[in-house]
């Protein structure tokens, strides 16, 4: 059972491999203006899954930061993480020991989330292990082909590969939304919030890791508190 969810996790992470190594090539590049060596910028990759994060630390190297204030900043920028632990973490089996609860932490960004969440009754980590098995290496890949390929793609290809992101969210909620028409309000309010705390003066003083914390905060709870589930459904 468990090499049959490492293989539908690795078959289903494909496409998400796929769009890490294309944005990823982003990194790569800022990690090369940032002077990370190819290698360093691929471990950096491979250790801490998070464009926002890593994004963040370029410009702290770049400017000289010192050490702690790069904690303090990816501390903050990938808090939302915590939460989404805490969710997934009601999905693992109560008995599952504790060195499969590290590993599926290590894996968790939002879009291994997305599918490890999504799964129907307990959560077998193997196959969060089969998505992270192609996703993971292809965010590395991704930004070590960025670095190497710094000075020959054109700017207007890579502002275009960034959009890849954006796909991959859709890709992530619309199957959900299908099959519950009540999320698509969520979601639509989800994202005039967002776009009100990011363009709007008011919220400058906020930090971009700390408004998604804010926002994830208030949007979950309006809506169990508006919208509960079932406890049969549940």
């Not at 998400?16 to 982003?26: E, I, M, P, Q």
Request: overall charge neutral.
């Amino acid at each position: 059972m468990h090499q049959q969810n490492y293989i539908k996790g690795m078959r289903e992470g494909i496409p998400v491999g796929l769009g890490y190594f294309v944005v990823s090539f982003t990194i790569g590049i800022a990690a090369r203006k940032a002077d990370l060596t190819p290698v360093q910028a691929a471990v950096m990759s491979f250790t801490n899954n998070t464009s926002a994060g890593q994004f963040a630390s370029f410009a702290l190297i770049a400017s000289g930061a010192p050490y702690i204030e790069m904690v303090i900043s990816q501390a903050v920028i990938n808090l939302r993480y915590c939460l989404m632990s805490c969710a997934l973490s009601q999905k693992l089996d109560r008995g599952l020991p504790f060195y499969h609860r590290l590993f599926v932490a290590f894996g968790v960004t939002d879009e291994i989330f997305g599918l490890s969440i999504s799964q129907k009754g307990k959560l077998d980590p193997w196959y969060t292990y089969g998505v992270m098995s192609v996703a993971v290496p292809g965010w590395s890949l991704g930004t070590l082909a960025g670095v190497l390929s710094t000075g020959v793609l054109p700017g207007t290809f890579l502002n275009a590969m960034n959009m890849a992101l954006y796909g991959m969210f859709i890709a992530i909620f619309m199957p959900a939304a299908r099959q519950d028409r009540k999320l698509l309000p969520i979601i639509f309010i989800a994202m005039a919030l967002s776009a009100a705390v990011h363009w709007l003066p008011l919220f400058d003083f906020i930090s971009s890791g700390m408004k998604i914390i804010v926002l994830t905060l208030a949007i979950s709870a309006g809506a169990a508190v508006l919208m509960p589930v079932p406890e049969e459904e549940a």
